[in-house]
């Protein structure tokens, strides 16, 4: 029975020892992914949090004027962008929040296979050290058992595992490309979405500031084109 028990220990902690060097690649990956998300969005001097609060305050402001006074056609174009915009980057959010989330629980995955190897280990010097062939034959269909568990790890890591993580990684890639070609397009038609667009903001508030206490009239403007004249 040791005979047969020996070459399904060892087949376990290969197979363990493969997963454990292929979760290095997933998380390799899982890193670069991070990082494409962090750069592409500090690159236009925001961060992810910073884009997604814009977005909301415009959109806000938008709704507002469009309760109010309507909105004309280069208004409604804006709009819809804005819309489309925000709901890209509450998707690369949530994907990047569920690829993080499946890495961890690959690394539980990977604990238990672990945690199999080293039963396997106990069940194999215990067929050993017995002398009852009855209770070595179910120490030794222990480490099959032991052994179809690793291999239902491996399977799942190796198909569904990877291929989510790999569509995932790949959607979020195409998702910051559509949000860096729509940043550009509202940009071109008056709408900065990065830090400039707060330091406009705030460098208008402080000059009607200035202008109300000098009793001066301020000329009312449109959202729009408020936001025009931060180009």
């Known amino acids: 029975m040791l005979k047969k028990a020996g070459p399904k220990r060892t087949k376990i902690s290969k197979k363990v020892s493969t997963l454990a060097s292929g979760a290095k690649t997933f998380i390799e990956k899982r890193n670069a992914e991070e990082s494409l998300v962090r750069q592409e969005f500090l690159d236009f001097g925001f961060t992810t949090t910073d884009l997604d609060q814009q977005i909301n305050n415009l959109s806000k402001e938008i709704e507002e004027n469009r309760k109010k006074d309507g909105l004309n056609e280069q208004e409604k174009i ?3 962008e804005v819309i489309k915009n925000k709901a890209d980057i509450d998707m690369i959010s949530q994907l990047d929040d569920s690829v993080g989330k499946a890495i961890v629980k690959l690394m539980q995955q ?3 296979a672990n945690g199999y190897e080293q039963k396997a280990l106990e ?4 067929i050993a050290d017995v002398l009852d062939d009855k ?3 179910t120490y030794y269909l222990q480490i099959e058992t032991l052994l179809d568990n690793v291999e239902a790890i491996e399977r799942y890591v190796n198909t569904q595992f990877a291929n989510y993580i790999d569509s995932s990684i790949n959607t979020i890639k195409e998702l910051i490309e559509k949000v860096k070609i729509s940043a550009k397009s509202l940009q071109e038609r008056g709408v900065i979405l990065t830090r400039q667009f707060e330091e406009a903001q705030k460098a208008e508030q402080e000059r009607l500031a200035k202008e109300k206490l000098a ?3 301020v000329a009312s403007k449109s959202w729009f084109a408020n ?5």
Do not use: G, H, R, T
Request: charged content about 40%.
């Open 227 to 231: 936001i025009s004249d931060f180009i």
């Open 123 to 126: 069940l194999y010097d215990s």
């Open 135 to 137: 209770k070595a034959k």
């Open 78 to 80: 804006v709009l819809e």
């Open 110 to 112: 990977i604990e238990v």
């Open 215 to 217: 009793k001066k009239p």
